[in-house]
Nanobody, 123 residues
Framework: QVQLVESGGGSVQAGGSLRLSCAASGRTFSSYAMSWFRQAPGKEREFVAHISASGGTTYYADSVKGRFTISRDNAKNTVYLQMKSLKPEDTAVYYC????????????????WGQGTQVTVSS
């Protein structure tokens, strides 16, 4: 069982930056691949970024590539999403998710989810 708690959301102007954190409970965090998803009002949940269990592999949605960076600290049971050059279209609730998987999974078929943190980007 893994419990996930996101933090770090907020309101910023376009061009600004935020860093989201996702703290995980449990002693097996390092065996889970982690991803960030987001969901804007009236839209489906969409994949943002993925990091493998070891942290050696990352993968990004085209819409955030070059602006967002996913990382993890297995000693702290935490995964991060550094977001730069934010745009109004990045406005959404951001969720972290965990899954035991050796491959990149971009569909929301994850076993564990956090409660989400709101990111609002104004123009």
């Amino acid at each position: 069982q893994v419990q996930l708690v996101e933090s770090g959301g907020g309101s910023v102007q376009a061009g600004g930056s935020l860093r989201l954190s996702c703290a995980a409970s449990g002693r097996t965090f390092s065996s889970y691949a982690m991803s960030w998803f987001r969901q804007a009002p009236g839209k489906e949940r969409e994949f943002v970024a993925h990091i493998s269990a070891s942290g050696g592999t990352t993968y990004y949605a085209d819409s955030v590539k070059g602006r967002f960076t996913i990382s993890r600290d297995n000693a702290k049971n935490t995964v991060y999403l550094q977001m730069k050059s934010l745009k109004p279209e990045d406005t959404a609730v951001y969720y972290c998710a965990a899954k035991r998987s050796p491959v990149v999974v971009t569909t929301p078929s994850y076993n564990y989810w956090g409660q989400g943190t709101q990111v609002t980007v104004s123009s």
